[in-house]
């Protein structure tokens, strides 16, 4: 089964641009990348997600790689509110093969 | 917005109590799942529901009953309540599992059994 590989932790000086990086070299042709964010004491959330193509939305950008063996999730302007876990994970149409992983934490300096 | 209420935010109960962990979601979802949080261990799926009064088994299903009689209602059911079940428990929903659709998660439950 596919899964991912992220740094534990990360550190970003705030109105700075992070960039998280994740692996996933045994990605199938099917499985779609997803990132997932957690604010303490709160159940993920949604972040992002993309299949072949770079992605934007209001809160970040995915870039991936042209062999999609990894990807990069990057928030453009690091924001206190921003210090989380982030998840990068892999789903299949098998559905149950939904794997978090350990995520990488966030530290956001002022 | 997509919504999973999670009817309890903190419990505690005894060891040997059997607990219900009540869910609800109001977008319709067909997927609906429980998963505990644990440090270090990530998140690991428990139980899982792709329809009313149906389920399948995570990867730690042992100790673990769930109920779906609604399809915006998912339960976990701890039979008999043990220590080593005090964790947080989350609570998602999805549509129909396709890999694109993405997962709506509830703010958890943390349960301590002492």
């Known amino acids: 089964d596919a899964k991912t590989t992220q740094p534990n932790s990360m550190e970003s000086n705030e109105e700075e641009p992070v960039h998280l990086p994740c692996n996933h070299s045994?990605?199938?042709?099917?499985?779609?990348i997803h990132w997932y964010r957690q604010l303490p004491s709160q159940g993920p959330e949604y972040v992002i997600h993309?299949?072949?193509s770079n992605v934007n939305n209001r809160m970040a950008s995915l870039a991936i790689a042209e062999d999609r063996k990894s990807s990069t999730l990057i928030l453009h302007r690091a924001t206190l509110r921003d210090a989380a876990v982030y998840y990068c994970?892999?789903?299949?149409?098998?559905?149950?093969?939904?794997?978090f992983g350990s995520g990488t934490k966030l530290n956001v300096k002022p | 917005d997509v919504k999973v209420t999670q009817s309890s935010r903190y419990l505690v109960k005894r060891t040997g109590e059997k607990v219900f962990l009540e869910c609800v979601q109001d977008?319709?979802?067909?997927?609906m799942f429980w998963y505990r949080q644990d440090p270090g261990l990530g998140l690991r799926l428990i139980y899982f529901?792709?329809?009313?009064?149906?389920?399948e088994k995570g990867d730690i299903p042992e100790g673990y009953s769930v109920s779906r009689e609604k399809k915006e209602r998912f339960s976990l059911i701890l039979e008999s309540a043990s220590t080593n079940q005090t964790s947080m428990y989350l609570c998602?929903?999805?549509?129909?599992?396709?890999?694109?659709?993405?997962?709506?998660f509830g703010e958890g439950s943390w349960l301590t059994v002492v």
């Open positions: 994970i892999l789903r299949d149409e098998g559905f149950n093969k939904f794997y």
């Open positions: 998602a929903s999805s549509l129909w599992a396709r890999s694109g659709n993405t997962i709506y």
């Open positions: 977008m319709d979802h067909e997927n």
């Open positions: 045994t990605i199938s042709g099917t499985d779609y």
């Open positions: 529901s792709y329809d009313v009064k149906m389920k």
């Open positions: 993309g299949l072949t």
